[in-house]
């Protein structure tokens, strides 16, 4: 018996590949949801903290949306448990909210996803656990740095490749490694949508940005080498070498004359240390 998969007209244009275009009510929608979301990672600044642990974060986090009148789109998005992710150390992405304790010394990437009247608002930012060491602290500024440049490169006429270059430029001269098996996404009304956002890759190249394009810029950098492997959680993503990595996340939406950062931070904790 043949099985017909029930898809959305969303999910069809999504697989077509054709890079959605938004209007003003796409920019009052996502400026809400980023700020939402944005406010959520400012609520966690005085709890991450040695000894608390990742599942009480994530309780946290699933409150503050809810007390926003968003819920969180990774809770059961393709069997996550989670209302966010945090990945200590070694782990690059998708780290599973659990009984995992915070100890001096981590430090800790929170990627949070709020849905808002329809909007999704996704953004991460590094945390220092305690004392963080220098190696690691460098790491942390460097990538949100990487960030940052690949953001000054979204405007209309560049390309994603534009944003790919100045991210993997920058991390390459601290002889750091680009993550390249996950990317940023488009984003909006759906959660993962077109384009795929490299990290890595050649100016010039590329589809190219207009007015009106949602998307994620989410670089992973690692101290050593870009190789990933997924733990048998299915989620968990760790550095192959085990070298530090870390990781930050702005939702944008391209304008006439650059892009709007929707999940700025409203209490200036965009880049640790927060204190
Ligand atoms: N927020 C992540 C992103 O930046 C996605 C997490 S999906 C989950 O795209 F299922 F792992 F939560
Ligand atoms: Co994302
Ligand atoms: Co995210």
């Given at each position: 018996m043949t099985q017909y998969e029930a898809v959305s007209a969303d999910e069809v244009h999504s697989r077509s590949g054709a890079i959605r275009l938004h209007g003003p009510e796409g920019f009052e929608g996502m400026r809400r949801a980023g700020r939402a979301a944005a406010e959520v990672l400012d609520t966690l600044v005085p709890h991450?903290?040695?000894?608390?642990?990742t599942q009480e974060i994530d309780d946290i986090v699933y409150r503050e949306m809810r007390a926003r009148g968003g819920v969180p789109a990774t809770l059961g998005y393709r069997g996550f448990t989670g209302s966010s992710c945090l990945s200590i150390n070694h782990v690059v992405c998708h780290g599973i909210p659990g009984d995992r304790v915070l100890k001096d010394g981590d430090i800790v990437n929170i990627d949070v996803t709020i849905l808002l009247d329809g909007w999704h608002g996704d953004t991460s930012r590094m945390f220092l656990v305690g004392d963080v060491g220098v190696k690691a602290r460098r790491l942390v500024d460097v990538t949100y740095d990487c960030l940052m440049l690949g953001i000054e490169q979204a405007?209309?006429?560049?390309?994603l490749g534009d944003i790919a270059h100045a991210i993997q430029t920058y991390a390459e001269k601290h002889r750091y490694g680009v993550v390249r098996d996950f990317c940023g996404h488009g984003v909006g009304?759906?959660?993962?949508?077109?384009?795929?956002?490299?990290?890595a890759g050649r100016p010039g190249t590329g589809p190219e940005l207009k007015p009106g394009m949602f998307f994620t810029i989410e670089p992973m950098i690692n101290i050593g080498k870009p190789a990933v492997k997924v733990l048998d959680d299915g989620w968990t993503a760790v550095t192959r070498d085990r070298t530090l990595s870390a990781q930050f996340e702005h939702s944008v939406g391209i304008t006439e004359d650059g892009c709007e950062i929707f999940t700025k931070s409203p209490g200036g904790f965009d880049k640790p240390p927060y204190a």
């Open positions: 991450v903290v040695p000894g608390v642990t405007r209309p006429g560049n390309r009304r759906v959660f993962h949508d077109a384009p795929e956002v490299i990290h």
